[in-house]
């Protein structure tokens, strides 16, 4: 089987760090041998002289296609309108998009085309895939639902595309009936859980973790608790609530592992409530030392605004270290019982009081690592290609 994958966010040489758990996905997919895969990954550049400025220079640069792995990786170039264009998108990316398909489809036919995003990927990918004949899958992930379906003009694109897509998949039950929610078919929908490496995230003892994670990051080996926010800083991951929260954690340190807009105002905040010396900002932490990181922290808080089913959830639960996060999207599916943490209402009282029960009587770290036996990159590449097969051949 021949696939096209179309995904806005993926590695490419100007964002070697963009969209790794989809680079994760299909580098199990590619894994297998079954499916020739090719990887579309629009760049969007706003009109000169702006395609100049700033961080779209990197994007400028980027070559017209790039390898990762055994995967091709095209970045055909579609015109961005910032602060303007958003709910757009979708039809730009598809007119820069379908010229390369055509070529490589003649080339050698696909059978599928196929969405990582709902948006604006989503819409795109069922116009190319109309101007090929094919049939067309799409996937949503969170924000690409719950962000854009509040836009009224991309709601109207979303429900679209759902309507013409032959199948779409969801990354958690939660999810699926909020789509479903949104009118796209319900019949047409099933759940397709996130993976994991097991040889990556996996428990370190936590005293060794802190030893190591004292020693590169310079977080304090002192004994005290360690809470874990891991994500970017900014106002939907709530990290500005884990910080107030810390007032009713006595004896404890919290990490901020992460870079973003808030962080100023978050320094501010700690400064504010007499926390500057507890509250730790970490930056952007490699993806090699996370798992030694999540393995150092006695507990993951992770008070988002909303949420699919989050990586990083399953991620931290796989080093050992249970989560305190609110009950979002698919976290009831994560959180199934005390070993995987707590779910916690949105308030610094809340998650304090979540907290203080995980330190005063936690669950030992091979068992919270249990509750993360059933995901793999393996088991979710296999069920991707086992959908992907099933409306091909329809």
């Known amino acids: 089987m021949r696939v096209l994958s179309l995904s806005t966010l993926f590695p490419s040489p100007a964002q070697p760090g963009f969209g790794k758990f989809v680079a994760n996905q299909m580098a199990a997919v590619a894994a297998r041998g079954d499916v020739d895969l090719v990887m579309v990954n629009p760049i969007g550049l706003p009109p000169w002289p702006l395609a100049a400025l700033g961080r779209y220079q990197a994007l400028a640069a980027c070559p017209p296609s790039s390898t990762l792995g055994p995967l091709t990786v095209y970045h055909p170039r579609f015109t961005l309108l910032p602060l303007l264009g958003g709910d757009s998108n979708p039809g730009r990316i598809a007119r820069a998009v379908l010229p390369l398909v055509r070529r490589l489809h003649a080339q050698a036919p696909f059978d599928l085309i196929d969405a990582q995003f709902f948006f604006p990927d989503g819409p795109a990918a069922v116009e190319v895939a109309q101007a090929l004949g ?9 924000s690409d639902i719950h962000y854009w379906s509040g836009r009224p003009t991309a709601l109207a694109q979303i429900r679209t595309a759902g309507a013409a897509a032959a199948g779409m998949l969801a990354v958690s039950a939660a999810l699926k009936h909020d789509m479903a929610a949104l009118g796209l078919p319900d019949e047409r929908i099933v759940v397709h ?20 994670v004292a020693a590169s990051l310079g977080l304090p080996d002192d004994g005290a608790p360690l809470l874990l926010c891991p994500g970017a800083l900014i106002a939907i991951k709530g990290q ?3 910080i107030r929260a810390l007032l009713d954690i006595p004896g404890t340190r919290l990490a901020l592992a992460g870079k973003g807009s808030d962080e100023a105002e978050l320094r501010t905040l700690a400064a504010a409530l007499g926390l500057a010396e507890r509250v730790h900002f970490l930056g952007q932490v490699g993806h090699e030392l996370l798992p030694t990181l999540m393995s150092a922290a006695d507990v993951v808080v992770l008070p988002s605004e909303r949420e699919g089913l989050a990586n990083v959830w399953i991620e931290a639960l796989a080093c050992g270290t249970p989560l305190v996060i609110p009950a979002i999207g698919g976290a009831a599916e994560v959180v199934t019982n005390p070993a995987a943490g707590r779910l916690a209402a949105r308030a610094p009282a809340a998650i304090a009081a979540a907290v203080n029960a995980l330190i005063t009587d936690g669950p030992a770290q091979a068992e919270t690592a249990q ?5 793999s990159w393996e088991e979710n590449a296999a069920r991707l290609v086992a959908f992907w097969r099933g409306l091909a051949r329809a």
Do not use: E, S, V
Not at 134 to 142: Q, V
Not at 193 to 212: E, I, N, S, V, W
């Open 134 to 142: 094919l049939p067309c899958t799409i996937k949503a992930r969170g």
């Open 371 to 375: 509750q993360a036996a059933r995901f």
């Open 193 to 212: 859980y996130t993976g994991l490496d097991h040889t990556r995230f996996k428990p370190t003892p936590r005293g060794q973790a802190r030893a190591m």
């Open 240 to 242: 500005a609530l884990a």
